[in-house]
Structures are given as structure tokens and as C-alpha cells.
């Protein structure tokens, strides 16, 4: 029987991880959970799964959550609560799946414990990759990624020897706007950004995806986890989303992960990992398939994922600027206080502007989220658009 935390419980990878949990009574138990400010799904999540504790970051939501709950399970609040909830002895396994850079510092404080975090929050890699991955090897923690994407790959480099691998391609369905002249991107609106043709997400991810930004962020966190240079990891576009990612090797042969398009087959991968588990998913239909189409992305149309490349080129807490003002212009425009095409301009301009490190601590990198935050939001103030 293996206990679980899961931060960010009532997001999407949250809610996915706790119906893959409740298929397996006898492996999983819900020890904690900890969410942002909704406490209404929290409160249901309690009464079905009955941590020991939960722990939300917002102070006045968990005053409501512990009226609600007469004290049973015990309900902690603060930033603090996340990360001691995470480090807990009666902890085996955490689900990073908050959103945003607000998962580095739990996720960071369970790889010192030693636990094995299942990573769906890929900003802890792009902000601090080379720190975190450091931190793995030396507290003997174990890293596994949620994303499908990098599932993916771990899945086609199982019995492989990594020195063999020539590149690895990660594919994205090219989000809403894929087949959109650049020219249409000034008028595009919230509600058509968030309307994503295949996945359901979080609204954040969920622009990520439309821009490619997530793709880009995705790029970076492959570079850390599977050790390979910027220029040996590829984006194709594959808008049935049933292969999420490939692995050539260097003899020409390429190996594929399919599967219908449900996170719970990635996140159920990663907590019986190495092990496969029996599961009721749905299944590939290849009659019905009928074709699979694939093509290069338009690094002009989508700047983002070229930012990221160049991020990650450049190195240091490059990333952790993207990072940063990547979130701040995304809520902007959440927000409808500035354009489509200025969350790719914004974030530019934060890394011409923002001062890069190249060998930076993790209070460098706290000390550059703040300072990027604070630069994109001064200049869209000075633009009038915020």
C-alpha cells in the first residue's frame, strides 16, 4: 500500500489522479491533499478519499474548508502547509500537479525527503531543472513525468540503453488555431483560445497549448529529464494526438507510444512504475483511425516555442524568465487585458530585458520570478493595457 499527496487536487491532473486511485483500493491511499482556493470540490474529495489532512494555499478559502469540516480532517493553509503536508513521513508518493512556479518549492522540499514525485507541473523543470535534477541524484528520490509526452518516452526507452538515442520527438495537436492565418491571431478571443480540440485542461495550460507554449515548455522539460541537447529534441505536429511522442535510436529505427487521449493512462503509468497495471481505458480503434497525419510546426505563426528553444539555449534562468512571463501574460489575457499576439511580444521583451545568470541558485531563480513578474507587468502598465 503506497500513501499519496497530491498538490493541486482539484485541477484536471488531480481529479484524473484521484479516479486512477480509486481503481486501486488495495495499492493507493489518499494520505493528503492540497488545493488553491476551491474548497467546494475539495470538500467532496474529503468526504470520498478521507485524508488524514489537506492543505489549501489560500488562507480565508481554508477558514471556510475548516467551518465546513468540524475539524476532521485536520486543514492546514499557507505555502508552507503545501511543502510540510509533501514531506511527511507517511508520504510515498506525490503528485506535483499544481500550476505554474508555485509547485517548485513542495516539489523541491519532497525530492530532499527522498519520495518519489510523480511530475505533472513541468514549470519545476524550466525554472530550476538543472537544481532539481541535482537534488534527485543526491537524495536518491525518483522523478517520474505525468506529461504523455515524456510517458512517452519513457515508455519507448524502457530496455534501451540511453546512449543510443539519436533524437526524441515530441508531438503536439497544434491547438485550436493550427490551421489560422497569423494574420486572423489579433482577433483571436479567450473563449476560442480555450476551446481546445482534443485535451481538457486547466484555462492556463489550456492557452499554453493554443500558443505552443506548452510544447516549448515541454521541449525544455525533456531536455532535463532525459539529458539531451536542444538540438536533438524535435516538435511535430500530430493533430489526432495518438502517437505523444517517438524516440530514434541510432541505427534509423524509431520507437512510438500510442494511446487514445487520457491522462489517466500516463498518470497511472507513473504511480505503478516500472510495473503496468490492468486498467478499463479506452482503446485505439485502428479501423476506425483511419489516418494519422503529421507536420512541422510553424516556429514564425507560433513564436513561443521558439522563445523556448532560445531559452534553453541560452541557459541559465533564461527559462525561469520565459517561465515567469509567460504566467503573468497569460493571465492577462485571461483577464482581456491584452492581445493573443502580445503574450509571445511580452515575453520576448522580458528576456531582452530581464538579467540572465548562468550559473544561478535557487534564490536567484525565486529572486528572477519575481523581478520578471514584476518587469512585464510594468510594461504593460506603460502600454496602457493592463
Not at 481529479?15 to 495499492?27: A, C, E, G, H, K
Not at 491511499?29 to 474529503?46: D, F, G, K, M, S
Request: proline share 5%; aromatic share 6%.
Amino acid at each position: 500500500m503506497k500513501n499519496i499527496c497530491i498538490l493541486g487536487s482539484t485541477g484536471s491532473i488531480g481529479q484524473n489522479s484521484l479516479d486512477v486511485i480509486n481503481n486501486f483500493p488495495d495499492r493507493f491511499r489518499v494520505t493528503y491533499l492540497t488545493a488553491n482556493t476551491n474548497i467546494e470540490h475539495l470538500t467532496h474529495q474529503i468526504h470520498k478519499f478521507k485524508p488524514r489532512g489537506v492543505a489549501v494555499l489560500d488562507e480565508s478559502a481554508a477558514s471556510r474548508l475548516k467551518k465546513n469540516t468540524n475539524g476532521h480532517p485536520d486543514v492546514y493553509s499557507g505555502e508552507g502547509s503545501l511543502c510540510e503536508l509533501a514531506t511527511r513521513d507517511d508520504v510515498d508518493i506525490v503528485i506535483s500537479s499544481l500550476v505554474g512556479f508555485a509547485g517548485l518549492r513542495p516539489t523541491i522540499e519532497a525530492i530532499k525527503k527522498g519520495k518519489t514525485v510523480a511530475l505533472a507541473n513541468k514549470e519545476t523543470l524550466v525554472a530550476a531543472g538543472e537544481i532539481v535534477t541535482a537534488l534527485v541524484k543526491k537524495h536518491n528520490a525518483r522523478l517520474v513525468p505525468i506529461d504523455s509526452e515524456h510517458s512517452a518516452i519513457l515508455q519507448c526507452l524502457a530496455g534501451e540503453d540511453r546512449k543510443d538515442i539519436s533524437r526524441i520527438i515530441l508531438t503536439a495537436s497544434g491547438g485550436p488555431f493550427r490551421d489560422l492565418d497569423k494574420s486572423k491571431f489579433s482577433n483571436i478571443t479567450v473563449d476560442e483560445a480555450l476551446a481546445h480540440p482534443i485535451w481538457r485542461m486547466g484555462k492556463k495550460i489550456t492557452i499554453d497549448s493554443a500558443t505552443l507554449m506548452n510544447k516549448g515548455l515541454e521541449v525544455i522539460e525533456a531536455h532535463w529529464l532525459f539529458n539531451l541537447p536542444p538540438d536533438r529534441i524535435d516538435v511535430l505536429i500530430h493533430p489526432q494526438s495518438i502517437i505523444h511522442s517517438l524516440v530514434e535510436f541510432v541505427d534509423g529505427s524509431v520507437k512510438a507510444q500510442l494511446g487514445v487521449p487520457d491522462m489517466k493512462i500516463p498518470i497511472q503509468y507513473a504511480l505503478t512504475y516500472p510495473e503496468r497495471a490492468v486498467s478499463s481505458f479506452p482503446r485505439i480503434d485502428f479501423a476506425q483511425l483511419k489516418q494519422m497525419t503529421f507536420y512541422e510546426p510553424d516556429m514564425e505563426k507560433f513564436e513561443c516555442l521558439s522563445l523556448a528553444y532560445d531559452a534553453l539555449k541560452r541557459g541559465g534562468n533564461a527559462p525561469a524568465i520565459l517561465n515567469a512571463a509567460n504566467e503573468v501574460a497569460v493571465d492577462l489575457f485571461l483577464k482581456n487585458k491584452i492581445g493573443f499576439l502580445e503574450i509571445p511580444r511580452l515575453i520576448r521583451q522580458a528576456l531582452g530585458n530581464v538579467t540572465v545568470k548562468q550559473t544561478p541558485s535557487l534564490d536567484d531563480i525565486i529572486e528572477t520570478d519575481k523581478a520578471t513578474r514584476i518587469y512585464v507587468n510594468d510594461i504593460s502598465k506603460l502600454a496602457g493595457r493592463n
